[in-house]
């Protein structure tokens, strides 16, 4: 019989007396390995410091045992490794490395560690964690990598938890069962609705006849109806079509309404003066090279850009991509590009740094675009309509990255460049990113490290590799 490593009791987090999870049991075995997963803000790494002891309830909001220590690769990389000039990558790559070849621990937790690492990096860590004995509870948006580490899940969504054996193709594979089973069950009561509305119609219908008939004939001055008979008759009639309508409606009532299904839509951007780019190849390299610290990046190569392309940048982590990606937006020697561009950036850990303002005030105080379509784009971001006075302090490391996405996408430009944009990001905010780039009208450049995301939005994809830029 497997051994408790954690058990929840009757667990509730409230913050600013909200409640945010509420947990009534949860049991973790020493041989578990979760994945956590769950839209940015539903709680994963709140559920996650409750499990790791970084986080405890209030007294009276439940219990938590522990039966082994736990240690834990925490999402945000520690401000020292952001100003010695390391990469996101080779910053991750240390701290990862110094938790699997440090001193045993019988439970390992981390939250989002492939943010940052390339290809060879995930492959490296999915290495190492598959010869790990012990628990291991991981919060990340890599489907792949989650498939490859664990062989349990639990989905954060609306302050509960859920619990699943299998790993995310599996859970997804439930999800989308239950998606076609909703359909099929909301068609049958469409379908139930308009038939018992149909007879519900064919009964007014036939009483207001019914009615008309018997006041025609008391118009009629050769008859000499039996007035008693008429009215009973009348009677009679109105008391049997008003019992079946009730029956009907009581019926209608019974059948319940249409259960929701959550879908999200591809955006259209409208055209502005600024994302009205004429030329055919905005940004071009003419024997383009370019060395930093005395190191040589980019040997000379020509490229072309082509306007309105969604152009993917790939290649290993420290090849170049983040200093390609300022070059081109500093215009740099060896590049020829439009005085028309305008360049919007979203750059790798640019989400530490938020102003002391409202969603609505910064998302307002830099666009072309009208209120409702700035909504639009929160909407297509997972934000509510209430959450457009929500101050940007109070949001989670998720929903910051959200809103700059957001900024980055509204704000006046024809080129916008996305350096790592899917880090952070759970599985829907990937897809509606997918849905943004897709919609928008002028061109995008982008670096990820998720092949499954370059396969569905790149038109084009370039690699760096032995110092050139060569398109695939």
Known sequence: MEELAIKLKDVEIEFDGK???DIPELQIYQNDRIGIIGDNGAGKTTLLRLLTGQLTP???????????????FDQLPHHDDLTNHKSGGEVSKQRLTQILYGDYMPALAFDEPTNHLDRDGINWLISELKYYYGLLIIISHDQFFLDKTINKVIEVKDGTITLYSGNVSDVLQIKAQEKEH????????QKEKQRLESSLKKQQTSLAQARRKTKNNKNIKDTKPDRLSSSK???TVEKSANKVMKSIEKRLDSVGDLKKIESQTRITFPKTKTTNLHAAYPILGDKFSLIVDDHVLFEPCNFSFKNNQKIAIIGKNGVGKTQFFKAIEARGEGLVISPKVNFSNYSQLKYVDLPDQSIEDYLLSDTEYTANFVRSVLAQLGFAYKDFTKSLQVLSGGERVRILLARTFLQPSNVIILDEATNFMDFNTLQALKHLIIGYPGMVLFTSHDQQFVNDVADEVFEIKDKHLNQL
């Not at 909703?182 to 009561?189: D, L, M, P, S, V």
């Open 182 to 189: 909703i359909e099929k069950a909301n068609a049958e009561i």
């Open 19 to 21: 409640t945010v999870l």
């Open 233 to 235: 008759q009348k009677d």
């Open 58 to 72: 209030a007294q009276g909001n439940g219990q938590i045992t522990r039966f082994c220590d736990i240690n834990v």
